[in-house]
């Protein structure tokens, strides 16, 4: 009988090595993940309206004759600031005093007339009482009394239109405000109520309106703040550097826009500085309320899914937990809350999409990294060497 001896020979080679069964993988564990976070806040929210605007004048005149004639002055400069009843522009007055003067003659001529026909039927008038004239007659001169009356009348109310065409001649500013474009300069010849050319126009500036549409579902809202005196206007415009926040609702059209779904508002602001110039381009802001005590994070924080919004909150072990959230609006860069997060939780608003329920996070402020820190002397440090391995490192050279 053979024996054989292979596998006792690997048996004691084995144990001679010191062979071990292979241990188990051990599971690596996952680094943390870099996220940007922010603390919920509890604030006073105005319940804002943005809109965009357009500064418009308050009242705008633009200036005509009312009698043909020929400019003789203009007493103005193109851009000053005019009172009301302030001489703009005198016509040649010669036509016109003329013309004044043939109705004051005519005038005269009628009261003496008039005076003449009184004169005769007083004392005619004694003559029918003792009947040494006729019925016919005296009518006659009765008639002529009344008859002249009615032309001095006429004459008069002539005199009173030529004073009135004379004082034409002197054409003054309607309303108090800034001038534009003088059009028209000595020696130009106006048309009555012209309307193809005005001499200048007017327009007032303090104070100065703006004209803005906001979307016809917010019309219950302004109509409920305007009548608690809880409606507030504000421009602004951050190229021209225009921060006003002491605007009046002052007029509310009575259509809403068939087109568009808008409706015409327009708020008057005090413009003393004249910083409001009719045309500009402004965001316009009507405040409506406040949202007491709000929960407030920014919008970038939270997430749209199909189960509605969502949010990431971290837990003090550097955890985060996935919560859903009722959003009650936005304001701006900023949503407020209704149910899903407390104040001063911390939530997470930059690196979602690598995040899980579970997850350990690792928070960091925006830039930080990138920015090279400072050393005593105030000037940035250069960054360290970079370490390399022994294994990495090139053999040196025999």
């Known amino acids: 009988m053979k024996i054989s001896v292979i596998p006792a020979a690997l048996v004691v080679i084995c144990a001679l090595a010191g062979c071990k069964p292979a241990a ?14 922010a603390v ?12 965009i605007g357009s500064v418009q004048a308050l009242r705008t005149v633009s200036v005509k004759s009312q009698v043909d004639g020929i400019i003789a002055a203009v007493h103005f400069r193109e851009g000053d600031e005019v009172k009301v009843g302030e001489l703009l522009v005198t016509l040649d007055r010669r036509p016109i005093e003329n013309s004044l003067r043939i109705a004051r003659a ?40 009344e008859t002249t009356k009615a032309q001095v009348q006429a004459k008069e109310a002539a005199v009173a239109n030529a004073e009135l065409q004379f004082g034409y001649t002197q054409i003054k500013a309607p309303i108090a405000g800034r001038t534009g474009q003088l059009m028209l ?10 309307a193809a050319q005005s001499i200048v126009t007017i327009n007032q500036i303090t104070p100065a309106a703006v004209a803005f549409s906001v979307p016809e579902a917010v019309l219950p809202q302004i109509r409920t703040a305007q009548a608690a005196k809880a409606l507030s206007v504000s421009v602004h415009s951050r190229t021209a550097g225009i921060d006003r926040n002491n605007g009046q609702l002052d007029f509310i059209d009575n259509t809403v826009d068939a087109t568009t779904g808008t409706i015409l508002l327009k ?8 910083v409001l110039w009719p045309g500009q381009f402004l965001d316009v802001a009507t405040d409506v309320g406040i949202d007491v005590g709000a929960i407030v994070v920014p919008a970038v924080a939270v997430q749209t899914a199909q189960t509605g919004s969502q949010i990431y909150v971290v837990k003090p072990d550097q955890t985060v937990e996935l919560r859903p959230v009722e959003v009650l609006r936005t304001d701006g860069d900023r949503m407020l809350i209704a149910k899903g997060v407390a104040a001063g939780e911390t939530v997470v608003t930059d690196g979602q999409l690598r995040l899980v329920p579970g997850s350990k996070i690792e928070a960091k402020v925006l830039g930080a990294e990138s920015a090279p820190k400072a050393g005593k002397s105030g000037k940035p440090k250069s960054p360290a060497p970079t370490p390399v391995s022994a294994a990495a490192a090139p053999a040196a050279k025999p």
Do not use: W
């Open 24 to 37: 188990a993988p051990r599971a690596v564990a996952q680094p943390p993940v870099p996220v940007q976070v």
């Open 106 to 145: 005519d005038l005269a001529n009628a009261r003496a007339e008039a005076a003449k026909a009184s004169t005769d039927a007083d004392r005619y008038n004694a003559l029918n009482q003792q009947d040494a004239i006729s019925k016919e007659q005296f009518g006659l001169l009765m008639t002529k009394q």
């Open 267 to 274: 708020a008057v602001f005090p413009n003393d500085d004249h």
């Open 185 to 194: 300069h000595e020696g130009a010849l106006l048309k009555a109520n012209d």
């Open 40 to 51: 919920a806040q509890k604030l006073d929210v105005p319940r804002r309206i943005s809109a």
